[in-house]
């Protein structure tokens, strides 16, 4: 079964940090992009990051600049988003995404994608 993974959400006070993981099974990550988006309750998805299949180029939206931190490790399969600095308004429901996509392509759209994880769930709150 070809799918993603997401793992290490959780409750985190404001400033603090989480790291969230996205293992692949099926597939392997070497010629796919990986995304992070989110979800918050009554709005829409929005991407939160991106990394290319080489893990050479990586993309962050301006809300997570600085803050956060997208990496792959091809050898086991997996890409990590560290968030630090976390705020109220990070919280969201976060979903990795892989789309077959090479040449230092990071989709920004969730419909260049073509497997999506179940989401975990991110809350930042005091």
């Known amino acids: 079964q070809l799918q993603v993974v997401e793992s290490g959400g959780g409750l985190v006070q404001p400033g603090g940090s989480l790291r969230l993981s996205c293992v692949a099974s099926?597939?392997?990550?070497?010629?796919?992009?990986v995304g992070w988006f989110r979800q918050a309750p009554g709005k829409e998805r929005e991407g939160v990051s991106c990394?290319?299949?080489?893990?050479?180029?990586?993309v962050y939206a301006d809300s997570v600049k600085g803050r956060f931190t997208i990496s792959k490790d091809n050898a086991k399969n997996m890409v990590y988003l560290e968030m630090n600095s976390l705020k109220p308004e990070d919280t969201a429901v976060y979903y990795c995404?892989?789309?077959?996509w090479g040449f230092g392509y990071c989709p920004p759209r969730p419909e260049e994608y073509d497997y999506w994880g179940q989401g975990t769930q991110v809350t930042v709150s005091s």
């Open positions: 995404a892989a789309g077959d």
């Open positions: 990394i290319t299949s080489s893990g050479g180029r990586r």
């Open positions: 099926g597939f392997t990550l070497d010629n796919y992009a």
